[in-house]
């Protein structure tokens, strides 16, 4: 429970934040350290130095600009959990972030955390999936010879940015495409369109635990049918997964009990889950069935309350 | 005169002025000049062979001062120490672990930092050896032998009542239910893990130990018993249990941490602090339960008429139970319950197997919650079995009132009781009759719902003195009471609060009896220096030992009040009254002496032929234990697409005899009520075939918090104990041990009418849903 000595910097700019991670391949970001400092303490993570991001302007908040919704990494889960704009018009994104650990974990987790972290267990991850949302990353690359460290303070580097989709992002437990020195910085989820409706449904033992499995549904009704559908699932695998077949289902369907059964079938036939203290595979399989199917039903109602 | 605010009032709690202003004083916060820091290399393995301790590697890390091995304990003779059940026990060992995170070696540094790292640094070679995981398989032919200083992986072999009449009327009985049932490890995880500060003095040659413990005068006394050889004696010997955050039972034990930072202390020469951190609380403490057993119970025209349990108790490596010596399966034959029944046999073996040691009475007074979980599951069976509802059947076969002293067969006095009053509140309370017609119109529904009952009978207040003893030492316990010269008070006990409110309930007892204001006595517990010699706390034993002790010693100081106000009053003694507080002249109630003058006189003009001062002690042996009990009842709805339980409703009617302090019963019945539903719902320790632990952190060892326990509604009935000085009975543990079986009962009620007989605990949705799954009940949406 005492985590092995380390450095702490609390650097101003993402510049200099890029160019600590890059001259300690040992060094880790620190956002909400929810996932992190508990690693530590067991000593599962033994990072040198902490590169902490809480001093960067510009990181955090919540806000819809160019058809999007735009969070900062640095967002906490309670606002999440408080903006009226994410009650009213992300209701996915709203259920998710309060299921998220408990009340003190959501004061100081973060959500580009929760994915950067991108723990199978985390619940943000599907939700992004099943939103078709995208990841922007900075880095700072180098253009000129000489490493970093030699150049510091010489030059204001460039930043760079890259847009990266979700279906990319998770690349593996634990682990995502950003490359040593990117950093997360904002995460974008499409606006919804008239008819779009989402639910997040978690089954967990007590709350604050990770889910024994959990299920995102966005989908967009037009014309009384399923447009567009989004359904991934957390915790029933080694990354977040994105349950294809189950958005064919309900894709041209009436989004009727039938076309959700089917879909909840496909849904527990994507999971590839594996035993532990929270069940059998078989188990969890039927709570992703069971729950698909009740996020489904809920996205559908929500769709058909939204404003068209 | 004010109001005295004895007996039966809901006083606040005056210990929690410091706890809400976070004044506590716990081990941690315990810091002497010169300390220095322990952390523990705990095995990877459950069974292993050491062949090399690396010192080297942790005396590297800036800071350490010194590693501490089992070789190092070894010269002082200090490598075993004796469990409170008369086993061994290693402190350190000296070439083979033998169970998974056992202490291998300590190193002690200048922080707490350098202490972790040391610990971390600290390599040690193992050769694995094989593992005996499941009790069982230990006791077959052959198996791997856990202990090398013993024959067998058996430890004892205990039983109780007559066997053959036992088999006798079962064979007679027109009905017999046959069920076994597994209580799982758990732990007490109480907040503040273990530790302690352990202060040896060189120059002085004694030793203050600062500790978290629930009886500090016992392991005073065993202290000086193991150290006598290094010339250690118990005046020199100083125990201080400071504010403890949570006992249950966990922190009866002595752990070898003790020892080593102990033994590290005099190694040094300084102050050695030593704090478990929660997972090595959970890993390596004193687990509870763990109890495999089968049980029949059978009936004759609707008449329970006997019982039997056979039992094998999985103890670990070391049989380090905190019972009392004389009875190594506690108070198990407490398991004929709240029922009339002619012929009972229990027998318990235990056994050893590659796990923590233990078998400790987790707020539960020694394997009562093994035994009435037993009974009252068997009773819904039974009543089941004989084509009733499980409540009747439980009214017709109750001890009546009119039996009480009522002598079971398996020879406890049941001291009073109304069990039929209990239960019929409870079933009012909750509506049991319209629950049932819900359940009825749920189930044409495919809604799954259930009513479980448990009516409880606990033994508490362990106990007189020709049974009961702890490594000999007789478990009475102590109250000294001395009033200043103002009338104010201090009063010493030799039992120790964990939080259970003794610094309120005590000063009502003496402000009952002496008409003293509960705020005007100061309580302490804890300093072996300073508190009269007693056994502690555990398995409810305060109130009706130590709280006893109050009553007596509080009635002896008022008969010398009654010499001292005779002569003030310048009256005859036997012409003199008490009314609350004060003693009057028969006939004119206006000649009177408070208590406050009476304590003034006792210094300032006190009687020739009288000595001065107003005190006495009481060391209280109870005549009997005291029998509280109860009935509860919960409704649960069942999750069919996911096995989740819920608990809708849960109702508790507790009869604990006279309430002292009704907010503080209550609150002890609150937190015993969730202690309760947790392993019914959520919490095993449990272990992989290789003796790997794997619940061994709060991720995967569920504590129900305040989102997954249900509003409590609390009913009362008061019966008193017919022997205790005040009528009260104890109460600290009634809930956590009457509570599991109501919930087991409940779900199995919903899932009855699938074909579903029994669930075992903890009844985890994953396995609710099989049960389901496999009687077709299982949903999919
Ligand atoms: C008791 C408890 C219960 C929890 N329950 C849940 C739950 O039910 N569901 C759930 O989803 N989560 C849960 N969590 C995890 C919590 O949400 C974490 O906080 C979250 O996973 C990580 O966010 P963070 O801000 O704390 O990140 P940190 O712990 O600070 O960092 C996590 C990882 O992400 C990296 N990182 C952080 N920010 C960035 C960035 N901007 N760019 C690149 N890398 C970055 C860090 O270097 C680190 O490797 C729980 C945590 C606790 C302690």
New binding site residues.
Partial sequence: MIPPQFDYHVPESLADASRLLLANPEA???????????MMRFRL?EPSALVD?RKIPG?AGIGEAEGCLRIG??TR?SELEKSELVQGRYPLLADTAR????PL??N???V???V??A?P????PATMLAYRASFV?RSFPDRRSGTLLEQRHELPLQAEDRTIGADDFFTGPFSTC?KPG????EIRIPAPEAGSGGAYE?F?RKV????VAAVAVQLRLEGGRIAEAGVALTNVGLTPIRASAAEAALIGSDGGEAALDEAAGAAAAAAEPHEDHRGSVEYKRAVVRTLTFRAASRAVARAKEAPA | MAKCRGLGHSVQRKEDARFIRGQGRYIDDIKLPGMLYLDITRSPYAHAKITKIHDETALAVPGVAAVITGKTLEAYNLAWMPTLMSDQQMVLPIDTVKYQAQEVAAVVATSRYAAADGAAALEVDYEPLPVVVDPHAALEPGATRVRDDKDSNHIFHWEHGDREATEAALAASDTVVEQAMHLPRIHVASIETCGCVASWNPVEGHLTLYLTTQAPHAIRTVVALVTAHLGLAEHRIRVISPDIGGGFGGKVPVYPGYVIATAASVVTGKPVKWIEDRSENLQADSFARDYHIKARLGSKGGKITALSLDTIADHGYSDAAANPSKFPAGLYHICTGSYDLSDAHVSVDGVYTNKPPGGIAYRCSFRVTEAVHAIERMVDLLARENGEDPADFRLRNFIRPDQFPYTSVLGWEYDSGDYGAALEKAMDMIGYRDLRAEQTEKRARGELMGIGISSFTEIVGAGPSKTFDILGIKMFDSSEIRIHPTGKAIARFGTKSQGQGHETTYAQIIAEELGIPPEDIQVEEGDTDTAPYGLGTYASRSTPTAGAAAAIASRKIRAKAKKIAAHLLEADEADLEWEQGRFFVKGSPDRGKTIQEIAFAAYTNHPQGLEAGLEATSYYDPPNLTFPFGSYVCAVDIDRGTGQVRIRRFVAVDDCGVRINPMIVEGQIHGGLAMGIAPALFEEISYDPDGNITGGNFVEYLVPTAMETPHWELGETVTPSPHHPIGAKGVGESATVGAPAAVVNAVVDALWHLGVRHMEIPMTPARVWSALNEHGAAATR
Avoid: C, F, Q
Wanted: charged letters at 20%.
């Fill in positions: 880790k970001l620190l956002a909400g350290g929810h996932s992190l400092i508990p993570a991001l990181l990494a640095m889960e299921v998220i650990g408990d974990v959501r100081l987790a973060t580009g955390g929760n950067a972290h723990d267990g985390n619940d943000h990353g950003l990117e950093i997360l910085i978690k967990e604050g635990d990770y889910a």
